[in-house]
């Protein structure tokens, strides 16, 4: 089974609408997991849709971070004054189709409630870069379900140190395209060897998977941003 885990819609801050993500994956991919920022909506218009791949429940939410010092820091911002600073980082929920816990809730309370329901947690980007942050310290890294070593938009760099850190804490490894662009969804799609939603979380969490073999670029997802900023401006002009 090739499984996109890691894609955004229009009900958040991608381009594809759901109609559109859903078509291609249904002619690509043999599952998606739907992960819009903070929202299930996108997942729960593509179930309406009656999708031709496995739908797998999902989303990316943001999460509380207190940085402490610079091995902690997650925001772009290194302190060594040891003054507690607060900051934020994306992490994808997987298997959940609802959560009592909103954005910038803790990341403890984030797994509790996903655990909770059966699902599991993942590190998503955590060297993603300004803007796309992740829980790259180890102390947060160790309470994850796995961790994102392959992310479309980062940087290889960035991945290279998501992997060393995986390693360093033993933990499963997934990727994920991280689409915002349709052309970008399945690029980084994983090989997972089920074809139900809690086979695929079972083989996660064992780190039974398979990853594509492709490099990284942040290109995408800068390009997608622009195109966003563009569109904001004419509704402005033509308001």
């Known amino acids: 089974m090739l499984i996109e885990l890691h894609c955004h819609t229009n009900h958040s801050d991608g381009i594809p609408t759901v109609r559109q993500l859903i078509d291609k994956a249904g002619r690509e991919l043999d599952g998606v997991a739907i992960t819009d920022h903070n929202t299930f909506s996108g997942y729960q218009a593509a179930r309406k849709l009656m999708p031709k791949c496995l739908l797998i ?17 997650t925001h772009g911002v290194h302190h060594s004054d040891g003054v507690v600073r607060h900051g934020s980082a994306h992490v994808v929920a997987l298997g959940v189709e609802e959560l009592k816990v909103k954005a910038f809730c803790t990341l403890g309370e984030l ?13 998503a980007h955590p060297f993603g870069g300004f803007s796309r942050n992740g829980f ?8 994850f379900d796995a961790i994102e ?5 980062t940087l290889p760099s960035g991945n290279k140190k998501a992997a060393a850190l995986a390693i360093r ?36 969490k064992k780190g039974k998977i398979i990853l594509p073999d492709r490099q990284t670029s942040t290109i995408p997802l800068l390009t997608a941003k622009m195109k966003r900023q563009i569109r904001k401006k004419l509704k402005l002009i033509g308001g």
């Not at 070593?149 to 938009?153: A, C, F, M, R, Y």
């Not at 499963?172 to 074809?195: E, M, N, W, Y």
């Open 57 to 73: 429940p999902g989303i990316e939410v943001t999460c509380r971070h207190n940085v402490t010092n610079a091995s902690g820091a």
């Open 149 to 153: 070593i392959l992310n479309g938009n």
């Open 111 to 123: 797994i509790e409630d996903a655990h909770s329901r059966g699902g599991l947690v993942i590190n």
């Open 169 to 204: 804490l033993k933990k499963p490894v997934v990727a994920g395209s991280d689409a915002h662009r349709l052309q970008d969804v399945g690029k980084f799609a994983c090989t997972i060897d089920s074809d139900t939603v809690d086979g695929i979380l079972k083989s996660i």
């Open 136 to 143: 790259n310290d180890v102390k947060s890294a160790r309470k």
